[in-house]
């Protein structure tokens, strides 16, 4: 498509959004409420536990040899309910804390003895094609598969893994299966740091104890759990200081995290693939999108005070946007010394060339399908390029050692994060309500938030051959179609 056509189409997108936005109004169509078990009854209060860690089989240099078993498992969340039957990697939630370096060669095998099929999908990773754990690869029940890859020698960040079948994705991870990655630099800048850990997840259970089956507005808008678990725990204790390095995975389907720790001030360091070129200026909060990551360095006067997650608007289709924060942890806080490199470069990235293949994503949604039969599963109608997903189609092409400039466009009326399996990107370039916008800093990012109506300019490198997914990382949207393929040759 030539620049003239694509920047008409565009722009034809945009309006379309906020035309729809403006006849639909701000209002959510009703959604009916889920009896849910009172916030009361949930165990909270607890010192925040360390995150379980994989253990590593081989005892060579540069190698990780693990296992993940998917299965069925009884979790204790509350205080007067039998366990709830969660789904979890190792009998674990969540799931164990892979820790690898720069450079290593990784084998793990996964067990799948669920009943149904399931992947491993290594979110931000660049494995190759066939090792990335794609709805092209399904693992049945009672099967198992055996991952390997070889990490670059100069990577680092927060990832994570988590299941990515053809169907069932949003089931299996609303009850648990996902897990952490750490890949570490031992020349990084902050890598002499203790570090904090924040996995953040969200659960739906019943008066019960049980977690019910995804609604209507689920489907629709993504499925939000009510209660936010924090390293899968309720409103747990935790001490913090200015010198610990924090890392932040928002592990929730479709929630999106405005934190906020009030009476202490947010420094960013890193993003999904580590750490950034700089540290940006202090804030009150930060917002991270479904499947994002961030690093970030924390400061204030020593005190106990509440972790915040802060309302947010997403523009839900079916449900109410939230109105009040919600408590996440108590926090004592100490006051130290913050870390002399973040008055200086955090890490050199070189900015890729521009892309000579242009890659156009346009996010759409049928709002006529999807509010005219309110029950049960909605049809698949979250699409990309005008097209729902098919496995089998080729939407998108690609060639080994070129730079894609990828054109993303969000012309629906919900915010929508956006994911490209394969490795990481820079975003160059954000276009929202006629403002064009550079990021402050370079930085790799794999998942990258757009609002309604929004586009977004990112550059990538595909320096490997085979089939690669993009898609909304909101999962229910993903698996309901808004989910593509590229082909790189």
Known sequence: MQRRQFLKYSLSSVMLAGVI???QGDEPAPASVPDLLAQSDFISGNSLRDLPVLKNESSAKGEFIGTLTASECQKQFTSNTPPTTCQAYNDVLPGPLIELEAGMKVRITFVNNLGSPSTIHWHGLPVPSDQDGGPDDPVAPGASKIYQFQLPERISGSYWYHPHPLEGSAQQIATGLAGMII??????????L??????ISDLRLDPKGAIPAHNYA????????????????YQPTL????????????MCSARYLNLSLPGCQITQVG?????MAKALPAQNDILLAPGERMEVLITG?????????????????????PQTAQELAQVTFEKTAAPAALSTALRAIEPLPEGTNVLRAVMSEKMGDIMKNKSGTPPRAFLINGKDFNLTRMDLHSEVGKVDHWQIINATTMDHPFHIHGGSFQVIQRVWRGQKTTPPCLAWKDTVNLQPGETVHVLMLQDKPGMRMFHCHIIEHEELGMMGNLMVV
């Open 194 to 199: 203790k570090e904090s850990h924040w996995v």
């Open 183 to 192: 890949i570490r630099d031992p020349q990084e800048t902050l890598a002499h």
């Open 271 to 275: 993003s999904d693939g580590g750490l």
């Open 301 to 321: 006067e020593s005190g106990k005070f509440t972790l915040n997650l802060l309302p947010y608007n997403r523009y839900p289709m079916m449900s109410k946007p």
């Open 21 to 23: 936005r403006t006849a």
């Open 218 to 233: 689920d489907w629709v808008d993504g499925r939000e759990g009510e209660f936010v678990l924090l390293n899968g725990q």
């Open 239 to 250: 001490t913090l200081n200015s010198a610990q390095r924090v890392r932040i995975w928002n």
